[in-house]
C-alpha cells in the first residue's frame, strides 16, 4: 500500500477537462501495475500482466468498479441520473459557462463601469466554485487509484485466482482489515481456528525424534503418514483450551552426501503443506552439503510457483552439549551474548549457519535433547518463541495454501462445466 499511496502522491490531479479521457484512466492503472510487479516479482518487461490469468484482471476490474459505484452513489448527488453523453460533454460546458459569465460580468459592468475593479475578487469567487468542483472530482480520481492498487495488490498476492465472487466469500474481510489503517482486528478472531503443521527434517541422527518427543513433551507414536509418502510420520498435539491442533510432521532422514530422489519427493510432499519449517542439524558436525542442497530445492520449488508464499525455515542446532569444552555443561547458555568458552562455541556455530543458508533460514535456535545429561528446558526456551513470532507468516501461508487446494480440486470440475456449456450453445445455435 505504500507504493500505491507514493503512486497516488505523485499523480497529475484530474479535472474538468481530463475526466471524460478514458486514456488516462488506463495509463495511470497500467504505470500502477507495473509498479507493483516489480515490487512482488521483480518483473523488467514492459508488459507486467503477461504472466497473470484473465479471470484475476476481470476480477481487479469488477472489484474495483463495484466499489466505485458504492462511492459515487454515496458522494456525488444526482451521479444515478447523469449518463455518458453527458460527461463527454463535460469539458466543452465547462469551457462555456466560462465564458458566459465573464461575458455576463462585462455586460452588467456598461451600467456600472465601478464595477470594474471588483473583477479579480468575482474572478476568486468563481474560482472557488471551479476549486470544489474539481476537489470532488479529485477525490473520485484518488479513491480509482486507491481501489485498483488495493486490487492489483490481491492480484500479485495470488488472492484473485478464483474470481471474485470467491475472494469476497474467502478474503474479503480479512484483506479489509489488512489494507485498511486502524483495520478492525476482530475480523481476524472471527476466522475458525486452523492446524498448524510444523515440518521437522534433517540428516539421519540429526535430533529430529528427540526434538519431536521434546516438543509434544512425551515420547509419541506415529498417528498416521501422508496420503503422497511412505515415510513421513504425523504427530499431533492439542493446543488447549482452543481447537487449534499442532501437527508436526517427522520427514526421512537424508544421507550426509545427498539427497536421493525419493527422500526429495517425500520432503517436497511434506513441505507443500507446511506452515513452517525445522531444519535440525547437529551443531557439532559441520557437513551441511546436504542442508544446503536440500534448502536450495525448497527454493527453486517456491520459486517455480510464485503464486505460493514458502514457509519460513527455522534452524533448529541439536547436541549443543558436544561442543567444546565438551566436558563443560552448565545450562542455560546465553549465546546470544556468551560469557562462557561453551557459550561462545554455540555462537560461532550459529554464525557458521547463518553464513551458510542466508537469508534462507529466519531464525536460529539452539538445543539439548540427549539423555546423557539431566534435561533442560532449552526446546521450550529456544524452539518455542521461534514458532511463535514465525507464526502469523505461517498461518497466512496456511490460508493461501488451503485456496489454493480447493480451487484444484474444482478446476477440473468447472472446466468440465464450461466445456459442456459450450457444446450446449453449439448445439442450440446449429438447432436453430
Known amino acids: 500500500m505504500k507504493v500505491v499511496e507514493e503512486f497516488r502522491d505523485g499523480v497529475v490531479d484530474l479535472d474538468r477537462l481530463s475526466i471524460a479521457d478514458p486514456d488516462r484512466y488506463f495509463r495511470d492503472a497500467q504505470a500502477l501495475s507495473q509498479l507493483l510487479a516489480g515490487h512482488y516479482h521483480q518483473v523488467t518487461s514492459p508488459n ?121 466469500q474467502q478474503f474479503g474481510q480479512m484483506a479489509a482489515a489488512m489494507h485498511t489503517s486502524g483495520g478492525d482486528a476482530s475480523l481476524f478472531a472471527a476466522l ?45 498435539y492439542r493446543i488447549e483450551p482452543s481447537d487449534n491442533v499442532l501437527s508436526l510432521l517427522d520427514t526421512p532422514g537424508y544421507g550426509e552426501a545427498n539427497v536421493t530422489d525419493r527422500q526429495m519427493s517425500e520432503i517436497k510432499s511434506a513441505s507443500q503443506i507446511a506452515d513452517i519449517i525445522l531444519l535440525v542439524m547437529a551443531a557439532n558436525l559441520p557437513a551441511r552439503d546436504a542442508d544446503v542442497q536440500m534448502v536450495r530445492e525448497l527454493t527453486a520449488h517456491y520459486r517455480q510457483h510464485p503464486h505460493l508464499r514458502p514457509p519460513p525455515i527455522i534452524a533448529v542446532l541439536t547436541h549443543i552439549d558436544l561442543l567444546r569444552p565438551v566436558r563443560e555443561w552448565s545450562p542455560p547458555y546465553n549465546w546470544r551474548n556468551p560469557k562462557s568458552a561453551k557459550g561462545q562455541s554455540i555462537a560461532n556455530a550459529v554464525a557458521y549457519t547463518k553464513e551458510l543458508f542466508g537469508e534462507a533460514v529466519v531464525g536460529c535456535a539452539c538445543v539439548y535433547t540427549g539423555e546423557t545429561h539431566s534435561p533442560d528446558s532449552s526446546v521450550l526456551d529456544e524452539v518455542v518463541p521461534q514458532l511463535v513470532e514465525h507464526m502469523s507468516h505461517g498461518h497466512s501461508a496456511a490460508i493461501l495454501r488451503a485456496f489454493y487446494q480447493q480451487l484444484s480440486r474444482q478446476r477440473f470440475q468447472q472446466l468440465a462445466t464450461q466445456v459442456i456449456g459450450l457444446f450446449k450453445h453449439i448445439g442450440q445455435s446449429l438447432v436453430k
Open 48 to 168: 507486467a500482466l503477461s504472466p497473470l490469468t484473465i479471470v484475476e484482471l476481470i476480477s481487479v476490474v469488477h472489484l474495483s468498479v463495484e466499489d466505485l459505484e458504492a462511492w459515487v452513489l454515496q458522494n456525488v448527488p444526482g451521479s444515478d441520473l447523469v449518463t455518458v453523453g453527458q460527461i463527454e460533454q463535460l469539458p466543452a460546458a465547462f469551457k462555456a459557462l466560462d465564458i458566459g459569465q465573464t461575458i455576463l460580468f462585462l455586460v452588467s459592468t456598461i451600467a456600472n463601469p465601478s464595477k470594474l475593479f471588483s473583477y479579480p475578487i468575482w474572478r476568486k469567487s468563481g474560482n472557488v466554485t471551479v476549486a470544489l468542483q474539481e476537489g470532488l472530482i479529485n477525490a473520485f480520481y484518488q479513491v480509482y487509484l486507491r481501489q485498483v492498487g488495493y486490487y492489483l495488490i490481491e492480484m500479485y498476492s495470488g488472492r484473485l485466482k478464483g474470481g471474485s465472487r470467491r475472494y469476497r
Open 192 to 236: 475458525e481456528d486452523v492446524s498448524t503443521v510444523i515440518v521437522v527434517m534433517g540428516q539421519v541422527k540429526a535430533g529430529k525424534s528427540s526434538l519431536i518427543n521434546a516438543l509434544i513433551k512425551d515420547k509419541v507414536a506415529a498417528i498416521s503418514t501422508l496420503p503422497e509418502t511412505r515415510e513421513v510420520k504425523r504427530y499431533d
